[in-house]
């Protein structure tokens, strides 16, 4: 076998070695990642590439293909995700971001790009989110033009961000560590120079090697700030990195000038350059390690995915790269093993941990037909499951991309500051320019050191890190509480919030029903009960609503063949069934001109205020009868509904069941709002009038309740409920119990307080350095002290939410 890696060509080792057939031939890899690209390769067509190749060794992290290759779908695909609006979708990063100009610089010069939808840039985890429409503008041109800006970027995939992160640590590190050799070595000949020997007959050798250890530590450990620097102005724009660069130029080319001798009175600052080259580049790296930890969520997430799975083809159990599954392969799932794909059962039983994604300790067991899920961990049986959703459409992938795409979101807030960002360092440059003037007439050397201070000290990246840090890191202490939310700005709002909306089933009560009661036209007819069942089920087997899968499964019998099936939402379901039109649904939506059974009627009434929902059927002609649902209060509903109003909310139940249930589940949970009998319009109405005085939250689960959870200030869906809600709320709890709602609000408010915080501690920064770097009290050595030091308190201050 062979000993590297056939696509980056890295050395492999027995616990690395993933071996994939590419062009009918077996080949080894060093990881899923360059397994995965070489496949994206070949299948586009693209095999040349590994002829052209004029080293063994290809970069194995910043995978510099052709531009073309960023244009063919198959290199996209892996990489999409779906615009509800159209255009594409992709998340790239790019390990060369590292300020909040940095994010402006992306965000204006890529979003002014014909074609570009909207672009999102993201200082906490250097990824960029951007939609374009390709009939404009190719991926292609969108990657050359972040080139020409200075950042190179990659699709975003877990492993290769890794790697980027990995290379990009250990590139830093080298950086550090020659920094600190030349400063170490500066430092004893500067103390040299003060106790006596400037005096003496190697004042002049001294300052040439000053010079030598200067010259290569601001060329290389300072490389990237006078790279990031010329990219900015080369594109007519202001990045932090413009003032560090002309602080440490100006000092370095000073001393240059006073070494060549044609200053007989200046001293030479290498030193100085050197040391606040080293500890700009130390906070740099301890701001990027610290975001790492703080900003964990999304990443331990995707480890939960396992990176390879036994597919099975014909008798043979093939190890894949998880992201080369298709739908409908057939995987082996061994007892232990945690779940790769979305599937379904097609042998063996087992029981599964789900808690990851529903919340429930318990685990589930699992029988031919039953469906699993990416991230639940298989217990003691062997699986054999069809897949029936990619990687990306996996329910765990849903999860992640939720996270991740919370993270890129902005609220008015970061806006605002990333609009002030490059005016800011603007007026940084012209203070450290007026601060050189004033001092001129006193002492040059005064007057360049205090210079240099001003263009160190100040710090826009506090700033720029107040509000998105804290929320990253919320988002990820929220994910440890079963709670995803999809939109950052909901943050803030819930801690607006007065007014709180439940919806009744599903939300406020487990969902959980059973069928209490069966009548029929002929009630002790057993045979036409067994029928109306076998009706109502036929019909309801298309329908998502949560009591259609109760009706079903109470059914026996075979179910009947059903065409033109129509749902009315907050009404019923109707399909026409043996060419007779059926209605499913509320007694007003199935009623055949009044023609109801006056007995029929009256024992509906009667288990409705006993807290029953009656689900009503009937043909062309007559109604055929009903059935009777019960539903369970969620047990934490109580505590819950009290907490809300000890806080000062106002809570109502908005449902569309009858007035009779809901004002049942009201009185018992000391609800004294309630609106029944809501469709799905007046549900949304309800909320638009409460918005005239109140900031309103809405909860629910169902189809129906889409339209409110749309309308309110901000909404909660629960996870187990439709894909409908679930998609339009600005939070997804994933448990079924409703104290995540306390939980959520609280950490609204945490977050809340930490942004103003953070923020009330970046002005105070800058309003107390500034003018002290002005006044000459702050040495350029203070100054790239403190300037990383105030990003790590903000840093530090956010990582705080992750305590509960």
Known sequence: MSNSCFHCGLEITDRNRIQSNIDDRPQDFCCVGCESVCQTIYQGGFSAFYDQQTSSVLPAVALEYPLEFYDAQVFQQPFLESAPSGGKIITLISDTIHCAACVWLIERAVGSLEGVNWVRANLT???????????????????????GLGYSAMPYEQNIAEKIANKSNKAMLYKIGFAAFTMMNLLWISIAMYTGASEGKYYQYFQWLGFALATPTLFYSGFGFLKSAYSGLRNGLINMDVPISIGALTTYFYSVYVLLGYSVKGEVYFDTVVNFIFVILIGRYLESSAKKSSISASSSLQQLQPKVALVIKGKDEIITPVGAININDQVLIRPGERIPVDGYVLSGESDVDESLLSGESRPVIKTTGDEVFAGSVNGQ?????????????????????????????KNSVVCSIDRIIPYFV????????????????????LALLSATSVLIITCPCAFGLATPMSIAVASGAAIKEKMLIKNSDTLEVLNKIDWVVFDKTGTLTSGEFKVEKIVSISSQDHDEKTALIQLMASI???????????????????LLSVTRFKSTPGQGVSATIDKKIIKVGRLSFVDVDHQVDADMLKKSQQLELEGSSCIWCSSQDKILGFVALSDQIKKDAKATIAQLLSLGKQVSILSGDSQAVTQKVANYLGIEHVVAQALPEDKANYIKQLQHHHCVLMIGDGVNDAPAL??????????????????????????????????????????????????????????????LAMMAKVTPLFAAIAMPISSLIVIGNAARLRNK
Not at 426 to 445: H, N
Not at 722 to 731: E, I, L, P, Q, R
Request: proline residues 3%; aromatic residues 8%; negative net charge.
């Open 381 to 409: 049986g062997a699986l054999d499951i069809s897949v029936t959703q990619t990687l990306k459409q996996s329910v765990l992938g849903k999860i992640v991309s939720l996270v991740e795409n919370t993270q890129h979101s």
């Open 710 to 771: 749309v309308q309110a200030d901000t909404s909660m869906a629960i996870g187990s409920g439709s894909d409908v809600s679930v998609n339009h709320a600005d939070v997804v709890l994933l448990k079924s119990t409703l104290s995540p709602i306390l939980a959520m609000i609280n950490l609204s408010k945490r977050t809340s307080q930490t942004i103003k915080q953070n923020i009330t501690f970046a002005l105070l920064y800058n309003t107390l350095m500034v003018p």
């Open 426 to 445: 603007g007026v940084t440059i012209f203070l450290a320019f007026a601060t050189f003037v004033y001092w001129y007439p006193q002492d040059f050397d």
């Open 125 to 147: 985890n250097k990824r960029i989110r951007l939609s374009w429409n390709e009939g404009e503008i190719q991926l292609s041109q969108i990657m050359q033009h972040l080139a």
């Open 540 to 558: 309801e087997k298309y329908s998502e609503h949560p009591l259609a899968q109760v009706i079903v499964n109470e059914n026996h019998d075979e």
